[in-house]
């Protein structure tokens, strides 16, 4: 039987992944194929994604799938958006905050604490 295979990204607020999916034999298997940081870039007062390091590692996940030489059917990418800001309470957000500006303050915070404990 025929097998077809898909490439997932997973990209959250701190960390990603790429997947190989394959659907065959009445069944969909997934494998995770990398695991990478994400971290977050504050310049200019804002805080970013390093989209040219998801990027490397989003080739990464795909130079792992190339080496088996499979045909990826199609390629998905999830990103966090809505979700993050759920886990997040609200009595943080200062007066003139926004939500984005509010998650961004409190994970450069937890990152400020974690390199400071180390």
């Known amino acids: 039987m025929e097998h077809t295979y ?3 990204v997973d990209l959250g607020a701190t960390s990603g992944r790429t997947i190989l999916g394959c659907l065959g034999e009445g069944k969909m298997e997934l494998k995770e194929l990398t695991r ?3 971290h977050i870039i504050e310049t200019g ?3 970013y994604w390093d989209i040219y390091a998801l990027y490397n590692e989003i080739i990464r996940g795909l130079k792992v799938v190339a080496k088996d030489n499979l045909p990826i059917r199609s390629i998905g ?3 966090w ?3 993050f800001v759920f886990a997040v309470s609200y ?3 200062r007066a003139h905050e926004t939500g984005r500006n509010l998650v961004c303050r ?3 915070e937890k990152k400020k604490k ?3 404990n180390t």
């Open 6 to 8: 898909f490439f997932a």
């Open 36 to 38: 990478f940081p994400n």
């Open 45 to 47: 007062g804002h805080c």
């Open 77 to 79: 990418i999830d990103t």
């Open 81 to 83: 958006g809505v979700d």
């Open 91 to 93: 009595t943080h957000l």
């Open 106 to 108: 409190l994970l450069l």
């Open 114 to 116: 974690k390199i400071k």
